[in-house]
Nanobody, 127 residues
Framework: QVQLVESGGGLVQAGNSLTLSCAAS????????MGWFRQAPGKERQFVAA????????YYADSVKGRFTISRDNAKNTVYLQMNSLKPEDTAVYYC????????????????????WGQGTQLTVSS
């Protein structure tokens, strides 16, 4: 089992930046793909970003590409989501997810690929 705890959400103004963190505990963290998803009110959960165990060549949704950066620190069992130039449409509950994996590909944009999920952290971006 892997436990995930997100933190760092809050209320920010449009154009500002914020970093989310996700701390993992339990099984070996380093051989897992880590992903961020979000769910806005009344909408389905959608993929945001994913990163392989090595941290190389992250994968992003088009809606956040160039504004968000995913990174991980395997020594701290933590994955981060740096969010810049935030927009009101970024408002959502952000979820961290993980699953065993070695090679990152576009399949990891599918939430069904992930075995373990955090409880989510709310981000609200005001205009």
């Amino acid at each position: 089992q892997v436990q995930l705890v997100e933190s760092g959400g809050g209320l920010v103004q449009a154009g500002n930046s914020l970093t989310l963190s996700c701390a993992a505990s339990g099984r070996t963290f380093s051989m897992y793909v880590m992903g961020w998803f979000r769910q806005a009110p009344g909408k389905e959960r959608q993929f945001v970003a994913a990163i392989s165990w090595s941290g190389g060549r992250p994968y992003y949704a088009d809606s956040v590409k160039g504004r968000f950066t995913i990174s991980r620190d395997n020594a701290k069992n933590t994955v981060y989501l740096q969010m810049n130039s935030l927009k009101p449409e970024d408002t959502a509950v952000y979820y961290c997810a993980t699953t065993p994996g070695f090679v990152l590909d576009s399949n990891y944009a599918n939430e069904g690929k992930y075995r373990f999920w955090g409880q989510g952290t709310q981000l609200t971006v005001s205009s």
